[in-house]
């Protein structure tokens, strides 16, 4: 089975600071990871995700995350952040080989002020 | 309208009560999933199907009971809820149950139980 451990369950920060949204996994298999983003009363939106190849990724709003094997660990980074992207992160794994079961870690609440 | 919706997206039911929630996605997918979302913990997967059979029960009580009449709709019927079942029950679609399949989620439908 596969776990994930979101290290901060909160983390505030000023706008245009850089941010690190931490994210350990425990897995005996190869793994595909995911971020996903929650604003305010919505849902779940896929922020990025690592299958293979790179393990820098990056999505359309300016975060990045990198697959660390050795460390099993896939953080989220993002150089700047605005007010906009207050909200809640969650990280997620799911076997690489078999299964498709998506396994959360708790989440991480980031609170961007002026 | 595209991607999933969810109806209602606010719930509150005595615990004598029998409600339904539904989920509706407009993306061509034949696998959906149910997940509840409690304060502070991981998503919990509660039920998947994929094209129109269910493959997955997660050791969920009998007083949810999931519906899914056709690869577009899902339901989860709800009686005899307790007080600890309020949380918000996010639905998720995905392509199939091939292992890279992103899962889409809906808004989530927030459910209080008194």
């Known amino acids: 089975a596969q776990s994930v451990t979101q290290l901060d369950s909160q983390v505030p920060v000023f706008e245009e600071a850089p941010v690190e949204l931490r994210c350990n996994y425990s897995?005996?298999?190869?793994?595909?990871l995911f971020w996903y983003v929650q604003y305010p009363n919505q849902g779940l939106q896929l922020l990025l995700k690592?299958?293979?190849?790179?393990?820098l990724v990056e999505s359309i709003n300016g975060f990045e995350a990198e697959f660390n094997k050795s460390q099993t660990s896939f953080h989220l980074r993002k150089p700047s952040v605005h007010i906009s992207d207050t909200a809640e992160y969650f990280c997620?794994?799911?076997?690489?080989?078999?299964?498709?079961?998506?396994?959360f870690g708790k989440g991480t609440s980031l609170l961007v002020t002026p | 309208e595209t991607g999933v919706t969810q109806t209602p997206r606010h719930l509150v039911m005595g615990m004598t009560n029998k409600k339904s929630l539904k989920c509706e996605q407009h993306?061509?997918?034949?696998?959906m999933y149910w997940y509840k979302q409690s304060a502070k913990k991981p998503l919990e997967l509660m039920f998947v199907?994929?094209?129109?059979?269910?493959?997955e029960n997660n050791s969920v009580p009998s007083r949810f009971s999931p519906e899914c009449p056709n690869s577009s709709h899902l339901f989860l019927h709800l009686h005899t809820l307790q007080p600890e079942d309020s949380a918000l029950y996010l639905c998720?679609?995905?392509?199939?149950?091939?292992?890279?399949?992103?899962?889409?989620f809906g808004p989530g439908t927030r459910l209080l139980v008194l």
């Open positions: 897995s005996s298999v190869s793994v595909y």
């Open positions: 997620a794994v799911r076997p690489a080989n078999s299964g498709y079961a998506l396994n």
């Open positions: 998720a679609s995905s392509q199939d149950l091939r292992t890279q399949g992103t899962q889409y």
């Open positions: 690592y299958l293979s190849g790179s393990t």
């Open positions: 199907y994929n094209f129109k059979e269910q493959t």
């Open positions: 993306l061509g997918h034949n696998a």
